[in-house]
C-alpha cells in the first residue's frame, strides 16, 4: 500500500502552469506524481552539493595566460580609470552590470 | 556600505537576484561551506535581517605543467596564490544602489590583505558573459582556463587582474 496521499497549495507562474498542464497531457502522466518527482528531484539536489557550487581551488591556464600573469607582475600596468573610481567609491552605477 | 562575514541566523531565504541557481547557493551551500567545509567564505551586506548582496571568496592558485626555464630564473616553480571571486549578487530590490561596485573594491581590499599576509598575485574571478566588459574596464584581462573553470552556466568567462597593477590605489604605491 502506498503512502498516504496529503494535499500542498503554492502559487506559480502561469508559465510553470502551462508547462504543467502540456507535459501531463503529453505523457499522460498525472499532476500530482509530476509534482512530486520534481519537488523530489528540487529538495535531493538542493540536500547535495552540486559541481556547480563547487569552486576549484586551481586553474590550470593555457600557457599564454600563464605567460601573461607573469608579464603583469613583472611589469605592471597604469590602474585604470575604472578601477581608480571603483576604488574611491564613485564608479557610477550606469558603467556596472546587469544585476548589480 | 556595511560588509562582514555570513552568520548562522542571516536570513538567506528571501534573497532574489533574478538567478535561481545563485540565489539557491546563498540560501542552501553558502553557509556550509564557510562553516562546515572551510572552502570560501561568504560575505554579506546586510540589510535590516535581510541579506542586500554578498560576495563568496576563496584561494586559488593558478599552476602551469611546464614552466619555461626563462620564467624559472625569476620566479619560483610553484603555484601562483590568487583569490578567486567565486559568486556575486544582489538583491533585486537593492539593485541599482552600488552594491555590486563596493562588494567588487571589497573583494579587491581582501586580496590586498592576502598579499600582505600570505601572498596573493592577483585576483580570479569567473564573470558571466555580461559582464565581462565591466570587470575588462577595471583592469581585468581574459584568460584561457584549461582546468578548473566554473561549471555555472552559461559558461564564465575566466578573468584575472595582477594585484601589482593596483598597487598604487591599494598598496604603498
Not at chain 1, 58 to 82: F, N, Q
Not at chain 2, 20 to 30: E, N, P, Q, S, V
Not at chain 2, 104 to 127: H, I, P, Q, S, Y
Request: charged share 25%; with cysteine.
Amino acid at each position: 500500500m502506498g503512502e498516504e496521499q496529503v494535499q500542498v497549495s503554492g502559487y506559480v507562474s502561469q508559465t510553470t502552469k502551462r508547462r504543467l498542464d502540456e507535459f501531463a497531457r503529453e505523457s499522460g502522466l498525472k499532476k500530482g506524481y509530476i509534482l512530486e518527482q520534481a519537488l523530489d528531484e528540487f529538495i535531493s539536489a538542493a540536500d547535495a552539493l552540486p559541481a556547480e557550487y563547487l569552486v576549484p581551488s586551481t586553474i590550470v591556464l593555457a600557457d599564454e595566460s600563464y605567460d601573461r600573469v607573469v608579464e603583469r607582475m613583472l611589469h605592471p600596468a597604469e590602474p585604470t580609470a575604472g578601477l581608480a573610481a571603483l576604488l574611491r567609491g564613485d564608479l557610477s552605477a550606469d558603467q556596472a552590470p546587469e544585476g548589480f | 556600505m556595511q560588509i562582514r562575514r555570513l552568520r548562522a541566523s542571516d536570513s538567506t531565504e528571501a534573497f532574489t537576484s533574478g538567478d535561481m541557481g545563485i540565489d539557491r547557493f546563498l540560501g542552501t551551500h553558502a553557509w556550509r561551506n564557510q562553516d562546515a567545509l572551510g572552502i570560501g567564505v561568504t560575505y554579506v551586506v546586510p540589510a535590516g535581517d535581510l541579506v542586500a548582496g554578498f560576495v563568496t571568496l576563496a584561494a586559488g592558485s593558478l599552476p602551469r605543467d611546464n614552466v619555461p626555464e626563462s620564467v624559472g630564473a625569476t620566479l619560483p616553480r610553484y603555484p601562483l596564490p590568487v583569490l578567486r571571486l567565486a559568486r556575486l549578487a544582489v538583491d533585486s530590490r537593492a539593485q541599482g544602489e552600488g552594491i555590486g561596485n563596493g562588494l567588487v573594491a571589497f573583494t579587491l581590499r581582501v586580496a590586498w590583505a592576502m598579499r600582505e599576509k600570505v601572498g596573493c598575485v592577483g585576483v580570479v574571478v569567473d564573470a558571466l558573459p555580461h559582464a565581462v566588459a565591466y570587470y575588462e574596464q577595471l583592469g581585468f584581462e581574459r584568460m584561457e582556463a584549461l582546468a578548473g573553470g566554473s561549471a555555472v552556466r552559461p559558461r564564465p568567462v575566466p578573468l584575472y587582474l595582477s594585484l601589482n597593477d593596483a598597487r598604487k590605489l591599494l598598496g604603498d604605491g
